[in-house]
């Protein structure tokens, strides 16, 4: 062995000591008995064969098993699949990428499917020189790689009046979080030429599908952090997420980040489309609406245990983990109560949080195996702190689809099973 392994490997005294240790933990609990474990014991098929050989898998799926990890709807939301929603499986994941497979999607009027060599991206309006790209040209300028959570504007949204979808997937799965690759928007813009002004300045922006789904986005906002992603989590952008271009506006609703990005207009207004009048704007407690509400607030959400997550183990050490995030910069704390908010605790995120980013949190308890009434609040880099159900409907009223970041409760019970309560 080369010199340089020696100050990492575990001497074999404090290896061993290691594992009795972590064996005292796990006996308390009831499991890691070795005694009659046949599965250790016996040899087995899987050992006495030969597996598949490398050809048999040229793109790979998730095993068999795994085959309930997957987006699902809500029947009384999706009356029409193509103008419609699905969600993903957060209760089943876990880390803070989503895989593109089961990332939810969202269409106005379908997944369209377009060939790069078709691809036209168009700057026009208040630029020096209009220009049309094409995907090579998109390619040639220099590339930035940087990941962002994308979420709904009406997630959480079917829970203003009172405890609806049972499971983390329904209540909070219009989000998914990629790492993005492409280029950025102030570079492609800055290459048409900008206004000498830029404030008071839009862009309007839109795809090619046929609801276009346009809207008009603060040119501060183009300029400052969006980009034009052509590939996520390291793969080109599937079908359903806007192949072979979308655009990338970190921390903004979802809406805003077209898909099948087709033309970029600089204006001097917004358009005030129908997606940014009739949809996407809030209603409040006194009736009156507002508008332009871009940036996703502070939220955060126990994945498991959840009411698709039951605790199946019994009492004992419990692993309570769940995803927390802002479009206001990154989260620096996550708050757990198991007691409905009566006392708190901090949980232990995995990685220091990032902006606009999905963060991961734990918090490892020894579980009584009593009932818990369970929620999560998170806080983030501006101090901002995910406000209660209570607290929002006070502002918001039972009216409202958008923009609800309210704190969340699961209620699990003795047996383990969890389901989606409110509590006053
Ligand atoms: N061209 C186009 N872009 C679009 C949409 C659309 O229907 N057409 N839906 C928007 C909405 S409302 C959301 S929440 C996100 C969803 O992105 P996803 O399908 O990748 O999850 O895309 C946005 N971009
Ligand atoms: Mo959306």
């Avoid at 040209?137 to 790689?145: A, I, N, T």
């Avoid at 997630?155 to 979080?177: D, K, R, S, V, Y």
């Avoid at 600089?266 to 009736?287: F, Q």
Wanted: glycine residues 10%; charged residues 25%; contains cysteine.
């Amino acid at each position: 062995m080369s010199d340089e392994f020696e100050g990492v490997k575990p001497s074999r005294r404090g290896f061993l000591t290691g594992a009795a240790a972590a064996g005292a933990a796990l006996g308390t609990a009831g499991m890691a008995k070795a005694e009659g474990e046949r599965l250790i014991t016996e040899v087995q098929d899987w050992a006495t064969g030969l597996g598949d050989g490398v050809d048999v898998t040229p793109y790979g799926m998730p095993i068999e098993f795994e085959g309930d990890v997957v987006r699902r709807n809500v029947e009384w939301l999706t009356a029409d699949t193509i103008s419609s929603i699905n969600f993903t499986p957060i209760h089943a994941l876990d880390g803070t990428i989503t895989p593109q497979g089961c990332a939810f999607e969202r269409h106005h009027s379908g997944a369209i499917e377009m060939k790069k060599s078709d691809y036209r991206l168009m700057i026009n309006g208040l630029v020096d020189t209009p220009l049309v790209f094409t995907y090579e040209d998109l390619e040639r300028f220099p590339r930035m790689q940087k990941t962002f959570f994308l979420e709904c504007a009406a997630n959480t949204g079917m829970e203003w009046a009172g405890a609806q979808l049972n499971g983390a997937q329904f209540t909070h799965g219009m989000i998914h979080n990629m790492e993005y690759t492409g280029v950025s928007l102030r570079t492609l813009l800055e290459e048409a030429g900008l206004p000498d002004d830029i404030s008071g300045k839009w862009l309007y922006v839109e795809g090619a599908d046929a609801s276009s789904n346009g809207r008009s986005i603060p040119l501060e906002k183009a300029l400052d952090d969006c980009m034009i992603a052509f590939k996520a989590n390291g793969e080109a952008l599937r079908k359903e997420h806007g192949y072979p271009v979308r655009l990338v506006v970190p921390g903004w609703e979802g809406n805003l980040w077209v898909k099948w990005l087709r033309r970029m207009e600089i204006m001097d207004a917004p358009v005030e489309s129908r997606e940014e009048t009739s949809k996407y704007t809030d209603t409040l407690a006194d009736g009156t609406s507002r508008k332009w509400t871009w940036v996703m607030d502070a939220k955060s959400i126990v994945t498991s245990p959840s009411p698709q997550a039951p605790i199946k183990h019994g009492k004992g050490p419990l692993v309570i983990t769940g995803l927390a995030w802002s479009g206001r910069g990154a989260i620096t704390a996550v708050d757990v109560t198991i007691d409905g908010g009566k006392t708190w605790q901090q949980a232990r995120l995995a990685e220091p949080g990032k902006d606009m980013a999905l963060t991961r949190f734990y918090l490892d308890i020894d579980w009584d195996g009593q009932e818990m009434f369970l929620q999560s609040r998170a806080v983030d880099s501006t101090g901002y702190v995910q406000p209660t159900k209570g607290a929002l409907r006070e502002v918001r009223g039972l009216n409202s689809i958008y923009h609800n970041n309210c704190i969340q409760t699961w209620w699990v019970k003795a047996d383990g099973e969890a389901e989606n309560v409110e509590i006053s």
